[in-house]
């Protein structure tokens, strides 16, 4: 399984980015996909996910302002983010995993990132 995103870049706070991940490969089913972000000194942590059923789990810190989604018929997640902010610099990585499986755990597939920069 390969995972390619885009879609990242520098943008000034307020702005907005919509990130794209395209899966391909042997890919499984029923599965999940979502971004992680990864920001320098700091863990990995989720920001969004979705699963095979259409639920999606957001990141307190993004709640309101980013939305998820995917399309099955191209193998591909989708994160729209909207009202960003300095503290949403990072790298976004994308994820491909078996569905159902906590997205508190380390799992799956991952993209090699994308770097989205915030600027004030």
């Known amino acids: 399984v390969q995972l390619a995103e885009s879609g990242g870049g520098l943008v000034q706070a307020g702005g907005s980015l919509r990130l794209s991940c395209a899966a391909s490969?042997?890919?499984?089913?029923?599965?999940?996909m979502g971004w992680y972000r990864q920001a320098p000194g700091k863990q990995r942590e989720l920001v969004a996910g979705?699963?095979?059923?259409?639920?999606?789990t957001y990141a307190d810190s993004v709640k309101g302002r980013f939305t998820i989604s995917r399309d099955n018929g191209k193998n591909s997640v989708y994160l729209g983010m909207n009202s960003l902010k300095p503290e949403d610099t990072a790298v976004y990585y994308c994820n491909l995993r078996v569905d159902y499986v906590s997205w508190r755990a380390v799992s799956g597939y991952w993209g090699q990132g994308t770097q989205v920069t915030v600027s004030s």
């Open positions: 490969g042997s890919i499984f089913s029923p599965n999940a």
């Open positions: 979705i699963n095979s059923g259409g639920s999606t």
